[in-house]
């Protein structure tokens, strides 16, 4: 079975200070990791991806997540934050090869303070 | 590239009537459509699994013969909720599957919003 645990369902954080969004999977096989970013009342749209090349991935909007597997992590970074980052996060898995279902994690708000 | 919609983006419905949600993979063909449910607050729950021209396959707890899910095409699947409920309303969010050369990503459309009073 696979799953996500993110730690936190609500962190704030000032403007220009760093942001770390903790997660951690549970898999019994290679994952493909995921962080999604939700706009209120907005579909998913994807940060960044973990797919077994490069343990430190970079995404869109400043965001980078680092794949440990000795921790089973895949925490979400970035250096300075921004107001227009607050939202809500998921970090989400899967199976690696073929098509199979995403499991997400029950999300983090984030709160940027000005 | 890769963009997914959804219709309608919300709607309102009285209850015991039916209400078709549809997903549309715009600019690449997806065999396979995922539909997801979100309460308010809460993460997104996978409710079913669509495959084009065959039979949906439903997640644990998900009646069949409520949230009929048709994939007729390669490009659009529909949701649909029949005699639905208040406790039916929420934010339904399809994704589909590209699945051309390696690829396996997923994209998300914008989400339908539906209300049953």
């Known amino acids: 079975a696979q799953s996500v645990t993110q730690l936190g369902s609500h962190v704030s954080v000032s403007e220009g200070a760093l942001v770390l969004l903790r997660c951690n999977y549970s898999?019994?096989?290679?994952?493909?990791l995921f962080w999604y970013v939700q706009y209120p009342n907005q579909g998913l749209q994807l940060l960044l991806k973990?797919?077994?090349?490069?343990?430190l991935v970079k995404g869109i909007n400043g965001f980078e997540a680092e794949f440990k597997k000795s921790e089973t992590s895949f925490h979400l970074t970035k250096p300075s934050a921004h107001m227009s980052d607050a939202a809500e996060y998921f970090c989400?898995?899967?199976?690696?090869?073929?098509?199979?279902?995403?499991?997400f994690g029950t999300g983090t708000k984030l709160q940027v303070i000005p | 590239g890769a963009v997914v919609s959804q219709h309608p983006s919300w709607v309102i419905c009285k209850s015991g009537t039916s209400v078709k949600i549809e997903c549309r993979s715009l600019?690449?063909?997806?065999?396979?459509m995922f539909w997801y449910r979100q309460f308010p607050k809460q993460s997104l729950m996978l409710m079913a699994t669509?495959?084009?021209?065959?039979?949906?396959?439903?997640e644990q707890g998900v009646e069949k013969d409520k949230f009929l899910i048709n994939h007729a095409s390669l490009t659009l699947s529909t949701l649909t909720v029949t005699s639905a409920h208040p406790e039916d309303s929420s934010f339904y969010i399809c994704?589909?599957?590209?699945?051309?050369?390696?690829?396996?990503?997923?994209?998300f459309g914008p989400g339908t919003r539906l209300t049953v009073t």
């Open positions: 989400a898995v899967r199976y690696s090869g073929g098509y199979q279902k995403v499991t």
């Open positions: 898999s019994s096989v290679p994952p493909y």
């Open positions: 994704s589909a599957q590209q699945t051309s050369g390696s690829s396996y990503e997923q994209y």
């Open positions: 669509s495959n084009e021209g065959s039979k949906a396959t439903y």
């Open positions: 600019d690449f063909q997806a065999t396979t």
């Open positions: 973990y797919t077994s090349a490069a343990t």
